[in-house]
């Protein structure tokens, strides 16, 4: 079964730093671009930030995320990161891990269950 597993969401204060992380599994995960897709209470989704495959292009950041963001992959631990520093109340959503459909598409196939980060003091 291809699945992706988010964790290492929770509560952080404004200015403050999470790291999340995903482990795929049932899939190559070394052959896949992947994504990091957020959606704040009553907003829709909102891409967040792509990394290729090692030795590709990117990454790539929303601007709302730029400079403040670090996405990274372990292909050896099957585990793609979101460091997350000099969080905003307007970062709190519901972080979605997603894999690419096919590989590099910039289309997403198979998505995470979430977690929840909250900013607030």
């Known amino acids: 079964e291809v699945q992706l597993v988010e964790s290492g969401g929770g509560l952080a204060q404004p200015g403050g730093s999470l790291r999340l992380s995903c482990t795929g599994s049932?899939?190559?995960?070394?052959?896949?671009?992947l994504y990091w897709v957020r959606q704040a209470p009553g907003k829709g989704l909102e891409w967040v930030s792509t990394i290729t495959l090692r030795g590709g292009s990117g990454p790539y950041y929303a601007d709302s995320v730029k400079g403040r963001f670090a996405i990274s992959r372990d292909d050896a631990k099957n585990t793609v990161y979101l460091q997350m520093n000099s969080l905003k109340p307007e970062d709190a959503a519901t972080y979605y891990c997603?894999?690419?459909?096919?590989?590099?598409?910039?289309?997403?196939?198979?998505w995470g269950q979430g977690t929840q980060v909250t900013v607030s003091s």
């Open positions: 997603v894999r690419d459909v096919t590989g590099n598409t910039w289309y997403p196939g198979i």
């Open positions: 049932g899939f190559d995960f070394i052959d896949y671009w």
